[in-house]
């Protein structure tokens, strides 16, 4: 399983309920990369979405409240995620949000894909910092490059300690 993000210089992912930043060349780059793949998200990430679920993606939506969500798979636990995602090659398998949730499956996750924006967001919710983590490590950045009025960088991080989810595709 793997988590995609971008994050500002203090690792904030989102101010009410919405991104910090419109940045198209992230845009493209989380487009290209989860289309054809599963995206999992938690319910307040699925209804920031402008028209609902995400097009060419299975999506599967972490709701404990016993809602159900147009176009995707509803789940109400972390093992019941579990159970849909053994259905899946867990490379395939991309967490998007938010940041319960990202700090929730972190441990599960193998890869980060990690946007760092140079810019202070003015979040109100925040990623797990994993330059701040020794499980994960940093093994590839993108030369800084500008995204809209902001410049970003690609990083990849990899978790030295991945945690056994038991969701090993059939």
Same mark, same amino acid.
């Given at each position: ?16 309920n919405n991104l910090l930043f419109r ?6 780059? =989380? ?122 960088? =690609? ?16």
């Amino acid at each position: 399983m793997n988590l995609i993000v971008a994050v500002d210089n203090r690792w904030g992912i989102g101010k009410n309920n919405n991104l910090l930043f419109r940045l198209p060349k992230d845009m493209a780059f =989380f487009r290209q990369t989860t289309t054809g793949k599963v995206v999992v998200m938690g319910a307040n990430t699925f209804l920031s979405l402008p028209k609902g679920a995400l097009p060419n993606r299975t999506t599967i939506v972490l709701d404990n409240s016993g809602a159900t969500h147009s176009g995707t798979t509803t789940v109400s636990s972390v093992e019941e995620l579990f159970q849909q995602l053994a259905n899946y090659n867990t490379d395939d398998v991309y967490v998007c949000g938010g940041a319960m949730v990202y700090k929730l499956l972190l441990p599960y996750c193998a890869k980060a894909l990690i946007t760092k924006v140079q810019a202070d967001g003015q979040a109100q919710v925040f990623a797990p910092n994993l330059d701040e983590d020794s499980n994960w490590q940093l093994v590839e950045s993108s030369e800084q490059i500008e995204d809209g009025q902001y410049k970003i960088v =690609f990083c990849t991080y990899v978790n030295k300690q991945i945690l056994n989810c038991v969701c090993v595709h059939k």
